[in-house]
Structure formats: structure tokens, C-alpha cells
């Protein structure tokens, strides 16, 4: 089944019926809490009744959800909360995995595939429970040197194997490793790197409209600052998206990653503002891929440096509210291959903060601090300099 639409508090039906058989299934609603109905109606086939109430133990069941797996904490079951609903439902040997370019197998037990792997020494990249190509090479070399048919399928030999072999390797952070000697590799300077620039919203899609300013707008200005004063210092810069053009679909984000991974760019920014309830909230805050509370420790290294960098940067030089850093696990931060990070410049909700953004002047000090964060990015400790003090060529 695909979710389609948004199911929240108080709604009923055939789908609130499958959501709470998942949520029993994964242990946040009691056994039998599945076959909660209004009346004594009819089942659905899907292992409850069709009148199941999106009740209060529901929607708390779902923030929990949410929160153990690094979403928005919203209480509303949507496409994304859906998909990691049915994620979380396999383990490892429910199924057999292999590789489909057209279709890539994603789920929990794929992030205990690659996590064992990773284990092991093969390198299938950072675990983000997709089954990619990396993936795909990694499961061939161990089954290779493990003496099994290099078909790149797991199935109930290779299960087999990975079981017998679980108890004698010793878990580490590798990918971080990985990705850290990569970044001293590639050099302090900036010329010759490819970086993403990712506008939220667009076309028909506006994001968060407040105090006669657009989201879609705001950053749009932001991201041609940006990929300006990147391309002066010899940067590659792509944006995901051209000015708005009223009428057009949006892009989403699953779009925008195959994007960004089609360029193998070294990073991606992706730029929004934010909005809330409460015309109090304010503030900038940055998120990379990743989840502290994640059994299988799903973080994106580089990614969650770059994101504290930015942080700090843009706090100093603009004098916002700092919201921090987090690690979460949204679309486009988890299928981008390479190191994302997203900025949340503030809340168009709050007066001062949309004051701001409505500024020039205020664009300019966001764009450079951006620059900054990704110049201290490739500098080695000993040629970094404090927060807010690295000053680049004046941009005209």
C-alpha cells in the first residue's frame, strides 16, 4: 500500500487500520491495539477494523516513532513517516536483497546488512538502509572471500554466513573513517570542488509564506548569492531548480537527490526557513544525516562537521538565535551519496526574523558564512582559524 495522503488525529478508516498494525508490530501500541474500532464494523483485510480511530495512543505511538527515527515530531503520518513504517518493519533473512537500479530494496534490514558488512572491513559506504551500488560490491567481495557464489544477492547462504560471522567482528565507525580521509585528500582549497545548491520549494510550491515574504523566494535570492561567490572562488556549483515559474509542479526531494547524485558533487547545501505556531520562535538551525538514538549509528560524519561549521558561522556573523545542529533523517539528507547539509535561516513566522530575511544586507552575511563553514571544511586543523574571523576575497 502507498500513503498517499496525510492521516493525523481523529481520522479513521482502512489506512489508520494498517498504521496501527504497524505500530504493534514494531512495539509502540499494545497486541490487539490494531482491531480498535469505533463500532463493531466490518474488517479490513489488513488486520484490523475499518473504522480504526487515529486515537490519542496512536498519535503519541507515532511521535515516539518519529522521534526514535530522526523525523519531523508531528504526530501525522505522511508519505516519509509511511515509508519508514515499512522500513523499520524487516529484519535481516525476512527477505531476500539484491540490487535493482530501477527499484533499490530499503528497509531496516538492509541497515543490518550494511552494518555487518562494514564490520567486516568491505565498504559499502555509510548505512542509510538503501541497497545501492556500494552496497551491491560490498555483499560480492564478502561473498567472494567467503567462498559463496559472487551473485550479489542475499539469500539464505549468505544469511547463513553473515550469522556464523556475527558474533566474531567487532562493531567501529569505519565509513567515518572513510570519509574523513577523503576530505584530507581533496585539498584545502576550494577550486576545482563541485557543490549542490538545493532551493527549497518552487514552482507551485512556495514553502512557508509570512510577513509579505516567500519561502520559495528567499532562498531562491540566497541560493544565487551563494553559487555567485562559489563560482568567484573556483567552485562548480549546480542549483537544483531555476527561478519559480508560477504553475509548475515542484521538484521533491527524492528528485533532488538523483540530481545531486548525478553531478557526484562533494557536497550539497539545501536551503530553507522555517515556520511555526508560535510567533515567538526563531532562530537559525542546520541538520545532516544522522540519528544519536539509531541502533545502527546512521550519521553522515562529514556531513554533521559541516553542519556545526555553518552553525556557528551564521550565528556570529548574523547575530540569529542559534537553534544548533541535529542529525535527521530526511529524504535528502539520507539518499544524497555524498555529505548534505540543510539550513534553516530563520522562521518567516516570527517578525524580527522575517525582518531580517527581507535584508540585502542580511542575504550578503548568510551567503558568506556559508562560504566560510565550507572553506573551514577542507582546512586542516592546524591552518583553521576561530569562528567568525576567516575573511574570503570581497565578492562584486
Avoid at 519531523?72 to 525476512?94: K, M, N, Q, S
Wanted: charged share 25%.
Amino acid at each position: 500500500m502507498t500513503m498517499q495522503r496525510r492521516y493525523r488525529r481523529g481520522d479513521t478508516g482502512p489506512a489508520v487500520a494498517e498504521i496501527r498494525s504497524k505500530l504493534v508490530l514494531l512495539g509502540l501500541l499494545p497486541a490487539g491495539a490494531q482491531a480498535v474500532g469505533t463500532t463493531a464494523g466490518g474488517t479490513d483485510g489488513l488486520g484490523g477494523y475499518a473504522d480504526a480511530v487515529f486515537d490519542g495512543s496512536v498519535d503519541l505511538a507515532v511521535r515516539h516513532f518519529q522521534q526514535q527515527r530522526a523525523m519531523t515530531v508531528d504526530g501525522i503520518v505522511g508519505p516519509e513517516t509511511y515509508r519508514h513504517l515499512d522500513e523499520a518493519r524487516w529484519r535481516l533473512g525476512d527477505r531476500m536483497l539484491s540490487y535493482s537500479a530501477g527499484h533499490m530494496t530499503v528497509g531496516d534490514d538492509v541497515a543490518t546488512l550494511q552494518q555487518r558488512l562494514l564490520d567486516m572491513g568491505f565498504d559499502c559506504g555509510r548505512v542509510d538502509g538503501i541497497l545501492g551500488p556500494a552496497t551491491e560490491l560490498a555483499l560480492r567481495e564478502f561473498q567472494r572471500n567467503y567462498g559463496l557464489g559472487a551473485d550479489g544477492t542475499c539469500g539464505p547462504a549468505t544469511f547463513r554466513a553473515l550469522d556464523r560471522l556475527a558474533r566474531t567482528v567487532v562493531g567501529g565507525q569505519p565509513h567515518a573513517m572513510r570519509e574523513s580521509e577523503l576530505l584530507h585528500r581533496s585539498g584545502p582549497s576550494l577550486a576545482g570542488k563541485t557543490v549542490v545548491i538545493d532551493p527549497g520549494h518552487g514552482g507551485a510550491d512556495h514553502g512557508v509564506v509570512a510577513h509579505g515574504l516567500s519561502e520559495a523566494e528567499v532562498v531562491w535570492d540566497l541560493a544565487r548569492r551563494l553559487e555567485g561567490r562559489l563560482s568567484a572562488l573556483g567552485v562548480q556549483a549546480y542549483l537544483t531548480r531555476g527561478v519559480d515559474v508560477e504553475g509548475i509542479e515542484g521538484i521533491n526531494e527524492e528528485e533532488r537527490a538523483a540530481f545531486a547524485n548525478a553531478t557526484d558533487a562533494d557536497l550539497v547545501i539545501s536551503l530553507h526557513v522555517d515556520r511555526n505556531d508560535s510567533p515567538r520562535a526563531g532562530g537559525v538551525s542546520s541538520y545532516y544525516y544522522g540519528s544519536g538514538s539509531d541502533r545502527y549509528g546512521r550519521r553522515s560524519p562529514t556531513g554533521e562537521h559541516f553542519a556545526s561549521l555553518v552553525q556557528r558561522e551564521l550565528v556570529a556573523r548574523t547575530g540569529m538565535v542559534d537553534g544548533r545542529t541535529h542529525g535527521k533523517a530526511w529524504t535528502l539528507l539520507r539518499r544524497t551519496r555524498m555529505p548534505a547539509v540543510r539550513i534553516e535561516l530563520g522562521y518567516l513566522t516570527n517578525a524580527d526574523d522575517a525582518a531580517r530575511l527581507a535584508g540585502s544586507e542580511f542575504r550578503d552575511h548568510a551567503a558568506e558564512s556559508v562560504v566560510v563553514a565550507l572553506q573551514r571544511l577542507y582546512l586542516p586543523p592546524d591552518e583553521d582559524v576561530p569562528t567568525g574571523m576567516l575573511r574570503l576575497p570581497v565578492f562584486t
